[in-house]
């Protein structure tokens, strides 16, 4: 009867154990698989992330999930070298949730800022590209300095890179990219146009001048000179009777304050001297009275405010002469036209017959109106 | 019947402590080494997309091979099989991105060589274009040009000899733009002067 009993509760034991053993045996198998699952899908979402380039486009939230991604690997790691019965893999299961949950954020911030990204790119391009047509319309023909016209270049080619990075889908590096040539464009576009806008404050007196000029053309022959048209005209009984194309000084933007600043002047002046054969190394020139008293008196008026140093020199000897056709602006300050239009104009000319000399004679709003200041050149 | 039960129990504690096939740690170090080697060879760089695919694979094995682990019986043959794909594809790709490093950085000295001899092109076609009255080239404006260019392109050199060859081509072809336009400015201008 003992025996019996002994035998009883052993077998009960035993078949108690092997019940709990496969129960726990189950409860691991399960949970074992259900970290499985958390993980891949993690694992799932940070390749999603990646193709989404979430490392770039929100970097610190994927770095984090990565981070959180590993810490639960180790984790799995740590806990898989225990005992298989006392395994516990809940902080497993719930690190692997967050970081999924924060990988899906990243892609969802990645989205976002991808967008964001093309968005203020393009707006910047656009916003670029027509600063660059501008530039190139308006003031790349001005005589500007060797710096800005290098910022504007090197500003240019960076835009060009930004464009390809675009067409790639690389939005951020394209906006950074565009930044930086925004920045070289926009310094050479603001100089150019400050340049041209302070140079038009003179236009209400070119508009007088001109108004002058068209009256005085009804007792006699008048040559008016548009700088910014690069025309020279011969003007009528009010109206324009020849129209020749000219050059000028190098830096003809702006009135001739001094010898050697490669300016052409501008006012009113007259014939003083024709010049041909062996007078002139130019074919035929019309001497002007430059300096003018408006130009001395400015002149010394620089002098004394110290706009120019006291050593300068006025200069002199300006004239439309002949030797033009060179395609840019080459003179020291003369008016260069062609040597056949020398022979049109030479004529026309007499010593006192007046010469005005104005930066435009349209307004700048006007100017541009037409298609670009330089199709307007290369017409010509 | 003492027999009987300490049988019993022996086999049970075998069962439990023998039943686990060998982890693959040779394998997982071995696929992971090889990852490693494709990123440093630029496959990140040069081939981001296939290697954005190697990294999934490479996570997809390491599950793989946990989930054996916390198995009561484990088999690591898929597994293996999945972490020697990986490494296959990883040292491919490192053969992959050094071709793809070769093909741009040939792009790219390409380019360059482009771009120099357009420079080339346009300084013989600043010495046509026309000259100043004392005998000195009025072409500063396009001089400036020309030097940005250059510049761009001694940038670009120096960006292939730093094994930047994405962005060395990149610029040697924004540069070849730009040379371009000066050529067809220069080639413009002197028709200019010739129609005259």
Redo the contacts between chains.
């Keep these: 009867m003992k025996k019996f009993w002994i035998i009883g509760v052993v077998s009960f034991v035993f078949v108690l154990v092997i019940v709990i053993t496969g129960l726990k045996w189950h409860k691991q198998k399960v949970a074992g698989e259900n970290t499985a699952i958390a993980l891949r899908s993690a694992s799932e979402a940070i390749s999603n992330a990646r193709l989404r380039h979430a490392f770039v486009y929100a970097s610190s939230l994927f770095h984090e999930s990565e981070e959180m991604y590993q810490k639960a690997m180790q984790m799995w790691r740590k806990e898989n070298e225990r005992w298989y019965f006392v395994r516990d893999y809940d902080q497993v299961i719930s690190m692997a949730a967050n970081a999924e949950e924060k990988v899906n954020l990243a892609i969802k911030k990645a989205g976002e800022h991808r967008d964001r990204f093309q968005k203020d790119f393009e707006k910047l391009a656009e916003q670029l590209s027509s600063k660059i047509k501008d530039f190139e319309s308006y003031y790349s023909f001005l005589p500007l300095p060797e710096d800005i016209r290098n910022k504007f270049v090197k500003g240019r080619i960076l835009f060009t890179e930004s464009q390809r990075s675009g067409d790639k889908g690389e939005f951020s590096k394209a906006y950074n990219k565009a930044k930086d040539a925004s920045e070289l464009i926009s310094q050479a576009y603001d100089f150019g146009k400050k340049k041209l806008n302070n140079y038009f404050e003179s236009f209400k007196n070119w508009e007088k001048l001109n108004k002058e000029a068209l009256q005085l053309s009804h007792s006699r022959r008048i040559i008016m000179v548009d700088k910014i048209a690069r025309k020279c005209y011969v003007y009528k009984n009010g109206k324009i009777s020849h129209a020749f194309n000219s050059e000028l000084g190098r830096n003809w933007v702006g009135d001739k304050n001094k010898q050697g600043d490669k300016s052409t002047p501008e006012g009113k002046y007259y014939v003083t001297k024709k010049l041909k054969g062996s007078q002139t190394i130019y074919y035929k020139a019309l001497l002007i009275n430059y300096p003018n008293e408006e130009d001395k008196a400015r002149f010394n008026s620089n002098k004394a405010n110290g706009v120019i140093p006291k050593t300068a020199q006025i200069g002199g000897l300006i004239e439309i002469h002949g030797g033009g056709g060179k395609g840019t602006d080459w003179t020291d300050g003369c008016v260069a036209l062609t040597d056949k239009d020398m022979d049109k104009i030479y004529p026309l000319a007499d010593v006192g017959t007046p010469v005005f000399i104005v930066g435009s004679l349209v307004s700048w709003d006007q100017l541009k109106t037409r298609e670009t200041l330089k199709a307007a050149n290369d017409d010509e | ?1 003492k027999k009987s ?1 300490f049988g ?1 129990l022996t086999i049970a504690m075998v069962l ?1 402590f023998s039943s686990c096939a060998k982890y693959p740690q040779v394998e997982v170090d071995a696929a992971k080494a090889a990852v490693e080697a494709a990123k440093a060879a630029g496959a990140d760089v040069y081939l981001p ?1 296939a290697f ?2 190697l ?2 694979s490479l ?2 094995a ?2 793989m091979v ?2 054996q ?4 019986f484990s088999n690591y043959d898929e597994a293996k099989s999945k972490l020697s794909e990986v490494s296959a594809a990883a040292a491919q790709m490192v053969t992959d991105t050094e071709a793809r490093k070769a093909e741009l950085k040939e792009e790219a000295l390409a380019a360059i060589e482009s771009v120099k001899g357009l420079i080339a092109q346009n300084q013989e076609l600043v010495e046509k ?6 005998g000195k080239a ?4 396009i001089k ?2 020309l ?3 250059e ?2 392109v001694a940038e670009a050199a120096s960006l292939v000899e730093g094994g930047n060859f994405i962005g060395a081509a ?2 040697a ?3 070849n ?2 040379a371009v336009s000066i050529n067809e400015e220069l080639n ?3 028709a ?2 010739k129609k ?1």
Excluded: H, N, Q, W
Aim: net charge neutral.
């Design positions: 019947m039960v019993l439990v997309e954005t695919g990294l999934g996570d997809a390491t599950v946990e989930e682990k916390s198995k009561f274009a026309p000259k100043g009255k004392e009025a072409l500063e404006a400036a040009d030097a940005a260019v510049a761009a990149d610029k072809k924004a540069a733009d730009k413009a201008a002197i200019k002067t005259r």
